[in-house]
Structures are given as C-alpha cells and as structure tokens.
C-alpha cells in the first residue's frame, strides 16, 4: 500500500523570506535548491506569505516541523479529494477502528482491557477518552492504570493518534492545527 504524502508548507515571518527561511526552503525543494540564496530572497518575495515547500510522508512533516520549530511550518494532505472521501464514514466506522485498536494495546495487560468510554465526533476527526476495565468496574484509583491520554483519529486516513494524560487539549489542538490549518 503506498503511503500517503502530505504537503509541508512554509508561512513566512515577516514581508520576505528571512536567511534561515530561505535555506530551509533550499534543503526541502528540489527546485528552488538550484539556486543561491541571493537569487532566491528576489524569487521568493512573490510567494508571500505561504510557501509548498514539498510533499513528504507525514513521519518526516512531522520531524521537519519538530526540528525546525523555530519555522512557522504547517501540513495538510496531498490531494484536496481526500477530504471528500473519508475513510472513517460515521460513528460505527470510529467506534470499531478504536476498539480495534484498544485490543491491541490491551494485549499486554495481564487480567485487564482497555474500554472506550467516550466517542466524541468532530469535523475531520473523533476523539476517543478510554479506561481500563478494573478501573471502571471498582472506580480505586489503585486499579487505574497511567496514561489513558485520549485518541485521535484522523477520518480521512484512518490512523490513531495517541496524546498525553497531562495536556490532552493542547495535545488536540496542536493535532488540528497540524493537520487541519484551515479549517
């Protein structure tokens, strides 16, 4: 199965693109890499403010924009189409990916399981707040196993996300952000 490529996009800083801007965009663009940095301040000024930068699998967006978060870098998927063909169609679809899911991730828990407690369906994703069954069952916080950061799941391409326990909103946020700038 081919995996699906993302468009990384460059917002620029300020009227122009600065130095660090500028070999970023060298490094991750084939074409503009044919250039030097002088000739490449005069071509890029028209492009302002947002760049294509290129199209990558979402692991390395993901690190170029971890590595280079001194950019304003943003990510969205390949092709348009995608947002009119989710692949997670309606709650049945969320709530069997994430049970499909929580078994797996349950398969090293000795004499419990994780449990879906909550689905949540919002515009390109469902969020998935989960437990562990003894947990639930007893309600002791002796039986709550640690983490349990709610899911993320991306409707059109059907992948999970996990966030932290601790900031599980921001952890939301900053996935739409991600994946969904405009939206």
């Known amino acids: 199965m081919k995996k699906i490529t993302y468009n990384l996009y460059l917002t620029f800083k300020e009227n122009i693109a600065t130095e660090l801007e500028i070999n970023f965009i060298k490094e991750n663009n084939d074409y503009f890499a044919n250039f030097e940095v002088n000739q490449l301040k005069s071509i890029l000024y028209p492009y302002k403010p947002k760049l294509l ?3 990558f699998e979402e692991n ?3 690190e170029l ?3 280079n978060s001194n950019l304003n870098l943003s990510i969205d998927d390949r092709s348009p189409t995608i947002l009119e063909n989710p692949i997670i169609k309606d709650d049945s679809d969320a709530q069997l990916a994430f049970k499909i899911y929580l078994a797996e991730i ?3 828990l000795e004499d419990d399981q ?3 407690v909550s689905i949540t369906n919002i515009k390109h994703f469902y969020i998935c707040n989960y437990s562990n069954e003894k947990f639930l069952k007893s309600e002791k916080l002796d039986d709550l196993l640690f983490g349990g950061g709610p899911l993320i799941l991306n409707k059109f391409t059907g992948k999970i996300y996990e966030t932290s326990s601790a900031q ?6 900053e ?5 969904f700038p405009n939206n």
């Open 106 to 108: 349950s398969m090293h």
């Open 60 to 62: 390395l967006c993901v």
């Open 53 to 55: 930068v290129n199209r």
């Open 114 to 116: 994780y449990l879906i």
């Open 168 to 173: 599980p909103e921001e952890d939301i946020e």
């Open 175 to 179: 996935f739409r952000i991600l994946y």
């Open 65 to 67: 924009i971890k590595i």
